[in-house]
């Protein structure tokens, strides 16, 4: 009987957790693991991609979280939905990525971000977005 009620108390308690993907690579939590800092492509930029072969994405170095730094992982999203272009994890001493021309088209908008992740709690930084356009190809 005792056991029963324990292992109802545990469920109980833990249900919140559970539900809210604890230990499974959660979006963001309230700003424990630091956020990844840009530098290029600068947000609001127009990009003229005329003889070039790929687009450098750079970000700074940035506090490693409290369980050390698993991975980047860089996202291109096209225009303002939910259309990935290109996702790539990246190793955590790496502070760029290049992205072939070939992913994006003249006369759109993309959005890019760039986040880390923690190594013990596998949670995601936040992260915000920066914006360019591609003006030709």
Same mark, same amino acid.
């Not at 970000?59 to 992982?73: A, D, F, S, T």
């Not at 790496?94 to 992913?103: E, I, N």
């Given at each position: 009987?005792?056991?029963?009620?324990?292992?109802?108390?545990?469920?109980?308690?833990?249900?919140?957790?559970?539900?809210?993907?604890?230990?499974?690579?959660? =979006?963001?939590?309230?700003?424990?693991?630091? $956020?990844?800092?840009?530098? #290029?492509?600068? %947000?609001?930029?127009?990009? %003229?991609?005329?003889? $070039?072969?790929?687009?450098?994405? =750079?970000? /700074?170095?940035?506090?490693?979280?409290?369980?050390? #730094?698993?991975? @980047? *992982?860089?996202?291109?999203? *096209?225009?303002?939905? @939910?259309?990935?272009?290109?996702?790539?994890?990246?190793?955590?001493?790496? !502070?760029?990525?290049?992205?072939?021309? %070939?992913?994006?088209?003249?006369?759109?908008?993309? #959005?890019?971000?760039?986040?880390?992740?923690?190594? *013990?709690?596998?949670?995601?930084? /936040? @992260?915000?977005?920066?914006? !360019? *356009?591609?003006? $030709?190809?």
């Amino acid at each position: 009987m005792n056991t029963r009620i324990i292992l109802l108390s545990a469920l109980l308690l833990f249900a919140p957790c559970l539900a809210e993907g604890i230990g499974v690579g959660m =979006e963001g939590d309230s700003g424990s693991v630091p $956020k990844v800092i840009y530098i #290029r492509p600068a %947000d609001g930029s127009v990009l %003229d991609l005329t003889g $070039k072969d790929v687009i450098v994405f =750079e970000w /700074q170095k940035v506090p490693i979280p409290g369980g050390n #730094r698993e991975v @980047y *992982k860089l996202v291109l999203l *096209k225009g303002y939905g @939910y259309e990935v272009v290109f996702s790539q994890t990246i190793d955590p001493r790496t !502070f760029s990525a290049q992205v072939p021309v %070939d992913k994006f088209e003249a006369g759109t908008n993309y #959005r890019w971000h760039v986040k880390q992740r923690d190594a *013990k709690t596998l949670v995601w930084s /936040q @992260y915000d977005n920066w914006y !360019f *356009k591609v003006a $030709k190809k």
